[in-house]
């Protein structure tokens, strides 16, 4: 059994004795061992932007939900949303491991060291135009009755295109799925327990939590609009075309909706995709450059 | 357990090297739930010879993000070596998805000794969209101090990803479960 004083010396001899703990390289490559040979006929770039669309969903929404940290409501609310936010970030490294593995980089490698691996690269090294994530997870928290509805409208659709996803051509994307979904249930569960508690509490609750609906609704057209990559991997059974979870989605969340005493505001109108295209506001780049300084700044920092 | 030294050794299919790199690996435990082995806990998933003589171990994270994987993976090349296999891989296995159903009966008896509430079955579920569940979390751990059923949950979330937070009405000692996933 290794003990606590070589469990760092394990660690180094896992990773060519290099015993260097920075962006990544005390962590393991989370597909280690994992056969990534791309399924036949399947478009390896295809592949690779459609594991970046649903990993940078994660990842930042996982960035999103550590805001709160410090500032949520209760201690054991920050122990939450920084679980749930773990268990996404956890979903994006394989994401973003599985897209690097189906050779789809973009620009990272260019502005990367040769140390950083590949799921890091693309996390720290991607701009924002390289980002794949819709505007439902890009857009910036608001209060916590808005963060909670945004939590619930991207779970919700999360859990949606996963649970179908299990099925997938691609046996990674389809354990990936497998696996996302257990966590999934329980995030969308905690989320809206928290708006059902919001919007059926007091009238200033009510009042915010609607609020924070009426601001995230719109932002779900972004969700439902299919690009081609999806269409195409969609009809190759590779992926999961985003417009048939539509009514299932939102028949979900109109009924947390109703359940918390809100008014559930309009379907958003159709949209062409925006995030999925790497067109965002500026809200998503001051997100990266909190999420990316350090690893650019220092990108050979040890600690 | 036993340690076989320095002496380079090469597994064979079936041999006794193979049996007791089984072992090794068997008897590392989890880094956060350290009365559990990974064994016990459900995440190793094989331990096999190659023909050339390696070691190859198949483990499986629990949550997807949880950190403690990389910590596994690094304890059982450490411990391999030690027992004198000089080439050893661990590989991730991804399918079938690890849930709480798969730690073993042992398992949950440690944890209980250990003061932790072991989880009860896994929620299964029928085909079609996953169900929404808007009421209070139904899941009910014994008190694993005083065995009383009478607890309370006071955070769906612990201190790691796998526990919540409960308390005994009875005895009065917060406790944490392992919550069924």
């Known amino acids: ?303 | 357990m036993s340690r076989t030294g320095r002496t380079k050794r090469r597994a064979e299919a079936d041999g006794p090297g193979i049996a007791d790199a089984r072992a090794v690996a068997a008897a590392v435990v989890d880094p956060e739930l350290p009365m559990l082995t990974l064994a016990d806990l459900g995440v190793l998933r094989d331990v096999r010879a190659e023909p050339d003589g390696t070691v190859v171990v198949e483990i499986t994270p629990t949550y997807t993000g949880c950190p403690a994987v990389g910590v596994m993976r690094a304890d059982l090349l450490h411990v391999l070596h030690s027992a004198g296999f000089p080439d050893v891989e661990v590989r991730t296995v991804l399918a079938p998805p690890w849930t709480t159903n798969w730690i073993t009966e042992a398992g949950r008896r440690a944890l209980a000794a250990a003061g932790i509430a072991p989880p009860g079955p896994a929620p299964l579920r029928a085909d079609g969209p996953v169900p929404l569940d808007l009421g209070p979390t139904r899941r009910t751990a014994d008190c694993p101090l005083c065995g009383s059923a009478d607890t309370e949950q006071t955070s769906e979330f612990g201190a790691t990803a796998c526990t919540a937070l409960r308390r005994c009405r009875e005895c009065r000692e917060p406790f944490e479960h392992l919550k069924e996933i």
């Open chain 1, 1 to 303: 059994m290794a003990h606590e004083e070589t469990v760092y010396d394990a660690l180094g001899l896992a990773h060519g004795g290099e015993g260097q703990w920075a962006f990544g390289t005390g962590f393991d490559d989370p597909l280690a061992g994992v056969d990534t040979t791309v399924p036949e006929g399947v478009d390896h770039a295809d592949l690779g932007a459609y594991c970046l669309m649903l990993g940078d969903d994660a990842l930042v929404l996982a960035q999103r939900l550590t805001e709160w940290i410090t500032a949520a409501p209760e201690l054991e609310e920050e122990v939450a949303l920084a679980n749930i936010a773990l268990d996404l970030l956890g979903q994006a490294r394989l994401l973003l491991a599985r897209a690097a593995a189906a050779g789809v980089l973009g620009r990272s490698r260019a502005h990367a060291s040769p140390s950083i691996p590949d799921e890091d690269a693309l996390a720290y090294f991607r701009d924002a135009d390289e980002f794949r994530c819709t505007a439902l997870v890009a857009a910036p928290n608001g209060d916590f009755g808005q963060t909670m509805v945004r939590l619930l409208a991207a779970t919700t659709a999360r859990l949606a295109v996963l649970d179908r996803l299990r099925a997938s051509r691609d046996p990674v994307l389809a354990a990936v799925a497998a696996k996302g979904v257990h966590e999934l249930t329980y995030h969308r569960d905690h989320a809206a327990r928290w708006v059902l508690r919001l919007g059926d509490g007091t009238a200033e609750s009510h009042r915010r939590t609607q609020a924070g609906a009426d601001a995230v609704w719109p932002l779900l057209a972004d969700v439902f609009s299919p690009t081609g990559v999806e269409r195409r991997l969609a009809a190759a059974g590779v992926a999961v075309d985003p417009g048939d979870v539509r009514a299932e989605v939102t028949d979900v969340l109109a009924r947390v909706l109703e359940r918390a005493t809100l008014r559930v505001p309009p379907e958003p109108a159709e949209a062409p995709p925006s995030g999925r295209a790497g067109r965002h506001g500026p809200e998503l780049a001051e997100l990266l450059a909190r999420l990316q300084g350090l690893a650019r700044q220092h990108p050979t920092a040890t600690w």
